[in-house]
């Protein structure tokens, strides 16, 4: 579904994907499990419900890109202004599939 700079990220788009399955009634999902409360999702439910799975995919990757993105300028700044790894350029992706 991405990748993501942290793993809670990575879990919400898992569990976004999860409850869109169960929205649509596909694959037998049901009850599937979510690493959240599904009451987290409140607010996205009204998008789940609407969208397609392609799209809803989309809108996961859009955001781990973006992230992705901001990573690389961030280090690129502190790369220009002489920070080292050590001080906080930590490289970590966690990912949902």
């Known amino acids: 579904l991405g990748c993501f700079d942290a ?3 990575a879990a919400k788009a898992y569990d976004k994907m999860m409850l869109w399955c169960e929205l649509h009634n596909t694959a037998a999902v049901k009850g ?3 690493n959240f409360d599904a009451s987290e999702y409140e607010t996205d439910l009204p ?3 609407a ?3 392609d799209e809803l995919i989309e809108a996961l ?3 781990g ?3 992705a ?3 690389m300028m961030r280090q690129k700044r502190e790369a220009t202004h002489g920070t080292t790894d050590e001080e906080g ?3 970590s992706v966690a990912t949902a599939e």
């Open 69 to 71: 993105a901001q990573r």
């Open 47 to 49: 998008f789940l419900q």
């Open 32 to 34: 599937g499990i979510t």
């Open 7 to 9: 793993e809670e990220e």
């Open 51 to 53: 969208c397609t799975q």
């Open 61 to 63: 990757r859009s955001k």
């Open 89 to 91: 350029l930590s490289g």
């Open 65 to 67: 890109r973006k992230q």
